[in-house]
């Protein structure tokens, strides 16, 4: 059977027990380990890449053994990719490496531990984007939990044991609800296998609608979708620099990607009903972060409300159900990943030389620091949706999804989330201009080091990333395509029962 | 009184003869060679073991259907002789370090032992009565085993008044019972009801007389209110046996008798249980947020596990569900067992010889200093919370599926939502361990130690490797009572 997943879940497993070996006050050697371990399962991801065929549309490489039975059913190790999460799994290898060159100087205590715990993080989070067996899912899902409770609580800043908590709290209360849907369809249909749930089909309309909310609980909350964000800007805050990376480069598409996953092929007709529903949320998280984001002092809050806006995107492209739609929406979470992420390690450099992330104390530091200026001003606007970066591609494709959506059934929506896009703007540009243009007028940020080789090194993949993307998407399209066809495919035929 | 009876029931017999040689052979031991009785004591356990073994699938009853061998009971019984090692590992160092170590504390737990062991396989009303006598009355003395200390003198009283109290109603309810079917054998209880059209409300009384009395020894909500006290007057050592032992003990008669013997009238027993399930949940998880110290938080957590147990009741009032909601229950109280006993360890390895450090702020700082301490101790919060790749949630899986199996699902639902609120607690003790300063001195003890590292181990691997104790748990089957 093909291990070839087993090798992306669990290769940085191989990274934890060497630092296990290693004294705890050798720092550097503890950092160089988990880097190569990272960059060592980056590696196996692009050998799974290079095998992966774009043209077929489902679960490929697929590792299915019997784990171990439960009241009789079936419960295994069921691992596979397909076009729909084939980006996501690359998104986390290759922001993984990224977010530990990232913390190098800015983690100086208990290396060890936060090392172990980032690449068992890793190991949860690509298990939770191929898991094909719901109860692996769940087990995956709500392993992530424990490291980044962890990196919050013991790395972050002033409040990190709240945020660490209500971060745990609120994320389990939504995954248990999930739990109860996991349970209920294991109990129905006696599997726990997605694709035989698919097959399987024939769900009562109104009992579909009940597993669907409580599936959307757990994801809702992770995204987090307006009004269930109230965890984000805390747990962002208070984390260390790599922890906001990962949390909004990869954990909140854990939250995506489980309505695209789960919800939409496993309860079609819900989704199709609910589809406005989700839309108009979506739409509020878009124009609502945006407003918060606005008036944020704190550049760090800033990022992460804005977070909130930018996955109301996602959501509203996946639920346009057809395909512009989707295919922007797992477009959009890439690019989010990319540029958020990149805003985040950002303010990390900004926040390591001044120990302050308040705008009012900084200003005209692109004279100080021309390269960090330049790198900011190509990530601002990439997240505000420039044409030619990555940005753009990805919000453009979600706009003209939900406008012609049947689904969502009005272009309104649409309208609502174009405003979303210039607020964008309106917020990032004020925040660039706060910070590095106008005079120098704070002694202590004359003396401000532009960056260094380790910090550019950082920095230049995602930019990389930013200009393909946005310059020629199309690779990038033609992976998840047919996968996507596919999904909408099995949607068509039940919208048309629907309506 | 015949050779297969005796054969039958051996491994009880192990232990309570075992037990009763002790007595008198700790007598003979000089005072600074503590270590030669919990040794043989172990001894004992280990070839009750042996024997338990040789004749794991006997299905079998003896002494004209007093007692019942069967998948259930061997299951059971090897699971408190393995938690009686654990315990006797556990007490030695702790007893020599608060000056209570004497002979007869082993010996007490293992006739507690057998009381817990006879109930697992009794078939009779009266056995059941005998066991839980046997079961309680060393109890008893063990939680006042720090005499002259007067918060265990306390716990000890209080322990014995409302035991003797739910052993009242437990009588009680047995000559009801009696007087109504002119038998306490359990297959004889089942058929002079199916010969009745309509049962007497006196058997009903009876049987929740019954209810009563086991629901004290197993602290379920609203017979919980000695549990805090006793836990936290109690030596610690204790304690933690009492926790997992006296518990599984409890449950062991309630699942038999209302499982088996009073299935018609699960109509009435489903709901009542049901109410008991989430009222114990319920308090028991509200009541453990307050707690600051670390025995009355694991008290209060010990009957919302009460609580969960309590589900795969109501669930087997389904008769379809049955079977696998015993399993669920079984099962649960394994990974419980293992889990439970495993954080007391820590508990005692933090206790200083005086009696303090069991303050939940007492553990400050240990995720620094003492990691692999501090490591068990969060896998052990995690799985009694519930969180995955743990046993624990195994546990809770599987007993959730037979709450909603049953067409329980508000009560899965709040099973789920206190699992919830517990995390709140469970968690403050790992903030406290790795986010808060400070400097514990826990005791570095080889046998605690290596008790507490299994038990971290089987947590972890059971966890992620369910498979054999399913399997195990799935054999469990219960004699059918009827011939």
Known sequence: MDTMLTWVTFTPLLGVLVILLLPKDRHNLIRWVALLGSIVTFGVSLFMLSRFESSFPNLQMVERRSWFQIAGVEIEYFIGVDGLSLLLVLLTTFLTPISILSTWSAIEERVKEFMIFFLLLEVGMVGVFLAQDLFLFYIFWEFTLVPMYFLIGIWGGPRRVYAAIKFFLYTMAGSILMLLAILWLGIRFESFAVPDLIQQAGIPADIQTWLFLAFAAAFAIKVPMWPLHSWLPDAHVEAPTAGSVILAGVLLKMGTYGFLRFNIPLFPDAAVRLAPWMALFAVIGILYGAAVSYAQRDVKKLVAYSSVSHLGFVILGLFALNPQGIQGGILQMVNHGLSTGALFIIVGMIYERRHTREMDAFGGLWKIMPVYGALTLIVTLSSMGLPGLNGFVGEFTILLGSFGSDAIGSPIYAGLAAAGVILAAIYMLFMFQKLFLGPVDKEENKVLKDLNWREIITLVPLVFFIFWIGLYPKPFFDLMGPAVDNLVATLGTVSMVVR | ?483
């Open chain 2, 1 to 483: 009184m015949d050779l297969q009876s005796l054969l039958a029931i051996l491994p009880v017999l192990i232990v309570a003869g075992w037990a009763s040689l002790l007595l008198l052979i700790d007598l003979f031991i000089p005072k600074q060679r503590g270590w030669i009785t919990p040794l043989l004591a172990a001894l004992g356990l280990v070839a009750a073991i042996i024997a338990l073994l040789s004749k794991f699938d006997l299905e079998t009853s003896a002494f004209a259907g007093m007692i019942i061998i069967d998948g259930f009971a061997s299951l059971l019984q090897l699971l408190f002789l393995v938690l009686g090692l654990m315990a006797i590992a556990m007490a030695y160092d702790y007893l020599r370090r608060r000056k209570i170590a004497r002979g007869e504390y082993y010996t007490l737990l293992m006739f507690s032992l057998s009381g817990m062991m006879l109930m697992a396989s009794a078939g009779d009303l009266i056995v059941v009565f005998v066991s839980l006598e046997l079961l309680s009355i060393p109890l008893y003395v063990l939680a006042g085993f720090a005499r002259p200390k007067t918060d265990s003198e306390e716990a000890a009283m209080k322990y014995f008044l409302l035991g003797a109290f739910a052993s009242g109603f437990m009588v009680y309810g047995i000559a009801l019972i009696f007087g109504v079917t002119g038998t306490t054998q359990l297959y004889g209880i089942i058929e002079s009801i199916r010969a009745v059209s309509t049962i007497p409300s006196l058997a009903l009384l009876g049987g929740g007389m019954i209810m009563i009395g086991l629901g004290f020894k197993v602290a379920a909500v609203p017979f919980h209110m000695w549990t805090p006290d006793v836990y936290q007057g109690a030596p610690t050592s204790v304690t933690a046996f009492m926790s997992v032992g006296a518990k599984a003990g409890g449950f062991a008669a309630l699942l038999r008798i209302f499982i088996t013997a009073f299935p018609e009238v699960a109509a009435i027993w489903g709901p009542l249980t049901m109410w008991i399930a989430a009222l114990t949940m319920a308090w028991g998880n509200v009541a453990a947020i307050a707690q600051k110290n670390i025995k009355r938080m694991l008290a209060y957590s010990s009957i919302a596990h009460a609580g969960y147990i309590f589900m795969a009741l109501p669930a087997a009032a389904v008769p379809a569900v049955a079977p696998e909601a015993l399993r669920g229950a079984l099962f649960y109280l394994i990974a419980y067992g293992i889990t439970n006993l495993g954080a007391w360890g820590i508990v005692l390895a933090l206790e200083k010889s005086e009696g303090t450090g069991l303050e939940i702020e007492d553990y400050a700082g240990l995720g620094m200093k003492y990691p692999a301490l501090a490591l068990a101790m969060t896998v052990f919060m995690l799985s009694l919370t519930g969180v995955p790749p743990t046993v624990g949630f195994m546990g809770k899986f599987y007993l959730f599926r037979a709450a909603i199996d049953a067409d329980l699902f508000w009560l899965a639902i709040v099973g789920v939502i206190t699992s919830l609120i517990s995390a709140y607690y469970y968690l403050r003790v790992i903030v406290v361990m790795y986010m808060q300063e400070g400097s514990p001195a826990p005791r570095s003890e080889l046998l605690l130690n290596a008790t507490v590292i299994l038990s971290a181990l089987a947590t972890i691997i059971f966890g992620l490797l369910p498979g054999p104790l399913l399997q195990l748990a799935s054999q469990a089957n219960i004699l059918s009572l009827l011939p």
